[in-house]
């Protein structure tokens, strides 16, 4: 039987070793971890609604009436009243024909990608998208391409090579170790021009981007039209969890013949879908939440600009600080963890090699008072 203990060995000698740290009590910007009490800033709740207390009383209102499980897969009896709702409310939110609902990100992507191509087709993918693309796209048999990121012409070459067969091209809306926005008119200009999908997984942009919470979409004024797949997740923003998939009717249905990830899994719990239809509304209704998002970023990008840094170029919440070498950005991670900071230390293979970073991350519900706790810790650190 093989032995995987010298493996495990290297990532430890190279500073990629990873661990899990133990949390208690709900998502905020304060947090209990491995027994410690921390200023949290690596979470993915952007909007601080994880612990919403009007989406905690529509998940418990979802339990009483739906129970705590859906029992099957939509195809079979899962698919209660709730998810049509949320489905329906959510195409309206994206401006779409049809949505439907995945249990998490990975499956929606991997469930579209392999529907939609197989062998004797295409997929294109900027360098740097997610996991669950990349492996969506060797999973599907497909001939694979990957582009220089956010390069437009890179993609039109590979575009114009591929013009005779069915494509698909695949990029991030906001890219997650980067927090970079594609830039997605001009790739939905030229995949129309030379007739390929465009598919856009916009989990990192859904509910921060545009003056309504429509993402990467409104943030660029784009409509259906320009993008025919949109895939957005419910656990970062939304503060739920599981995903869904906007397209046009045909495309949906489709979908629910063909997606393997949606018919051979059980639907996610009707009171989480509750749950999310309350998400949904106070994404649209406090736009406050973006707008405190914009400051905090503004804020922290002046004052860490000046310390020697390297910020990347983002306007999200997703504020990386370009380390370098792992052992340190994990030596820098610990360093603020000890002063009751916690930040993640991104290394590779999620991150390119010498590209170690501290992925820092903002919520709505951070005050202005963590936000100079954290600059502070960075400033005694870099000296």
């Not at 133990?22 to 909007?47: E, H």
């Not at 923003?237 to 495309?251: C, K, L, N, S, W």
Request: aromatic share 6%.
């Amino acid at each position: 039987m093989k032995s995987f203990k010298a493996q495990l060995e290297q990532k430890k000698a190279a500073g990629l070793y990873r661990q899990r740290r133990i949390t208690q009590g709900p998502q905020s910007t304060q947090l209990m971890v491995d027994g410690k009490k921390v200023i949290n800033f690596c979470s993915n709740n952007y909007l601080g609604l994880a612990n919403h207390p009007a989406i905690n009383e529509a998940f418990k209102k979802g339990i009483d009436r739906y129970g705590s499980g859906s029992g099957a897969a939509h195809l079979i009896n899962g698919h209660s009243a709730a998810h049509h709702a949320l489905e329906e409310e959510l195409a309206e939110f994206t401006g779409y024909a049809r949505c439907l609902l995945f249990s998490t990100g990975y499956m929606a992507n991997l469930g579209v990608v392999q529907a939609m191509l197989g062998r004797g087709d295409v997929v294109l993918q900027d360098r740097l998208n997610h996991a669950s693309l990349l492996d969506a796209a060797l999973l599907s048999g497909a001939r694979f391409s990957r582009y220089a990121h956010a390069s437009v012409e890179a993609a039109r070459i590979l575009l114009l090579k591929n013009a005779q067969q069915h494509s698909m091209l695949l990029t991030d809306g906001v890219f997650s170790m980067d927090g970079d926005i594609a830039p997605l008119p001009e790739l939905a200009h030229a995949c129309q021009q030379y007739d390929s999908y465009l598919m856009l997984d916009d989990a990192h942009g859904m509910g921060v981007l545009g003056e309504n919470g429509r993402g990467c979409m409104e943030h660029f004024d784009l409509d259906a039209s320009a993008v025919p797949v949109l895939m957005g997740t419910l656990g970062k923003a939304f503060g739920t969890a599981g995903a869904f998939v906007a397209a046009d009717e045909e495309i949906i249905e489709y979908l629910i013949q063909h997606a393997r990830t949606y018919i051979y899994t059980t639907a996610m719990p009707a009171a989480l879908a509750e749950a999310t239809r309350a998400s949904l509304k106070l994404v649209q209704t406090e736009s406050w939440r973006r707008d405190k998002l914009k400051q905090l970023i503004k804020t922290f990008r002046q004052a860490v600009s000046e310390m020697g840094y390297e910020l990347m170029d983002s306007e999200t919440p997703i504020q990386p600080l370009v380390i370098g070498d792992s052992h340190q950005a994990m030596k820098i991670s610990q360093q603020l963890l000890d002063q009751g900071i916690h930040v993640g230390a991104i290394r590779p293979p999620t991150v390119e090699e010498g590209s170690a970073r501290l992925r820092i991350t903002f919520n709505a519900e951070h005050s202005f008072e963590q936000l100079q706790q954290l600059v502070n810790a960075l400033q005694e650190i870099r000296t």
